[in-house]
């Protein structure tokens, strides 16, 4: 009977084994399907990563385009400003020029009278 009773229990621990290592197996195969997920949401991070990087290399690029033509453009307005600015002395040179020429046309009228 002792003998039954150990068997039975070698039996019982046997089989308890058995279903724990089942329970291992099954938790180890979801393990591994969890790593490949893992592995293949990496892999599509890293593409998106690159594929951003690109993105911003392009923007970085047009930036400074758009800065050099900002330049460009900022000193076209400053020579604007200065051919602006001689224009409007030589208008008043001009007209300085032309109240001479009347003066001394009427002193010269004056002068033959």
Same mark, same amino acid.
């Given at each position: 009977?002792?003998?039954?009773?150990?068997?039975?229990? *070698?039996?019982? $621990?046997?089989?308890?084994?058995?279903?724990?290592?089942?329970?291992?197996?099954?938790?180890?195969?979801?393990?591994? +399907?969890?790593?490949?997920?893992?592995?293949?949401?990496?892999?599509? $991070?890293?593409?998106?990563?690159?594929?951003? !990087?690109?993105?911003?290399?392009? $923007? +970085? +690029?047009?930036?400074? &385009?758009? &800065?050099?033509?900002?330049?460009?453009?900022?000193?076209? *307005?400053?020579?604007?400003? $200065? *051919?602006?600015? /001689? !224009?409007?002395?030589?208008?008043?040179?001009?007209?300085?020029?032309?109240?001479?020429?009347?003066?001394?046309?009427?002193?010269?009228?004056?002068?033959? /009278?």
């Amino acid at each position: 009977m002792c003998e039954e009773k150990i068997e039975n229990t *070698l039996d019982t $621990l046997c089989q308890y084994i058995y279903e724990k290592n089942k329970c291992l197996q099954a938790g180890e195969r979801l393990l591994l +399907e969890k790593e490949k997920e893992i592995a293949s949401l990496k892999a599509q $991070l890293e593409i998106q990563i690159s594929t951003l !990087n690109s993105k911003i290399s392009e $923007l +970085e +690029e047009k930036d400074k &385009k758009i &800065k050099w033509y900002s330049d460009q453009v900022n000193r076209q *307005l400053e020579q604007i400003h $200065l *051919l602006i600015t /001689e !224009n409007s002395k030589y208008e008043s040179l001009k007209k300085a020029s032309e109240e001479v020429k009347k003066v001394m046309e009427k002193i010269a009228g004056e002068k033959h /009278e």
